[in-house]
């Protein structure tokens, strides 16, 4: 009769099992569990759309160059927007006649008077007093006469109501037309200005 196997020893089975159990517990170890799976697939997708909004976004350079377009005012906005300062017609400020100003000048040398900057114009002043009593506005001359004189000659269409700002007459002086002055007519209304002027109290 043949010799009968004998059965594996269960000492000898137990490595191999045991050997089965490792390599299996390494193959699942290197598996993600679900939980980092869905952890791994969220931040991918923030990832993604934070990288979207990012390229949204205009540069450091883009952005102060827009704010000054948007800030920046044409030129001729500027001027249009500028307020424009009103003279006794309720126009702009006429600019004073250089050579009407030299005109005066001349007119005012055996005055004893001193010229200064008044209006954003030129006016004179007598020394003694530091009263004014004249000046150039654009191509005419004011010339101060007092309250009573001046509304005679504007009601007689002799003279006009001079209003460097309009509904603020000063009520003392008169507006004329200098180009149809002669020079004696100037000298004249000049010397009757710096009469009443020298009527008139100091100014401290």
């Known amino acids: 009769m043949?010799?009968?196997?004998?059965?594996?020893?269960?000492?000898?089975?137990?490595?191999?099992?045991r050997a089965v159990v490792k390599a299996t517990s390494r193959a699942v170890a290197k598996q993600p569990s679900r939980a980092v799976v869905?952890?791994?697939?969220?931040?991918?997708?923030?990832?993604?759309k934070?990288?979207?909004?990012?390229?949204?976004?205009p540069s450091r350079a883009v952005v102060p160059a827009t704010t000054r377009a948007m800030t920046?005012?044409?030129?001729?906005?500027?001027?249009?927007?500028?307020?424009?300062?009103?003279s006794a017609g309720g126009g702009k400020m006429p600019k004073a006649s250089p050579e009407l100003i030299a005109r005066l000048d001349a007119a005012m040398e055996p005055l004893p008077a001193y010229r200064r900057p008044m209006f954003g114009t030129v006016a004179w002043w007598l020394e003694?007093?530091?009263?004014?009593?004249?000046?150039?506005?654009?191509?005419?001359?004011?010339?101060?006469?007092?309250?009573?004189?001046?509304?005679?000659?504007?009601?007689?269409?002799?003279?006009r109501e001079f209003a460097p700002m309009p509904g603020r007459p000063m009520r003392e002086y008169v507006l004329l037309d200098a180009s149809t002055l002669r020079a004696a007519d100037l000298r004249k209304w000049l010397q009757r200005a710096v009469a009443y002027a020298e009527t008139l109290a100091a100014k401290k």
Do not use: C, D, Y
């Open 72 to 86: 920046t005012t044409p030129k001729a906005s500027r001027a249009v927007a500028k307020p424009e300062t009103k």
């Open 50 to 57: 934070v990288s979207k909004a990012v390229a949204k976004v």
């Open 2 to 17: 043949p010799a009968s196997r004998k059965p594996a020893s269960k000492s000898a089975a137990a490595p191999a099992s």
């Open 128 to 159: 003694s007093n530091a009263q004014m009593f004249a000046g150039v506005w654009g191509e005419e001359i004011n010339v101060r006469v007092g309250v009573e004189e001046a509304a005679r000659l504007i009601a007689s269409n002799t003279a």
């Open 38 to 48: 869905k952890a791994t697939t969220r931040a991918v997708t923030t990832a993604s």
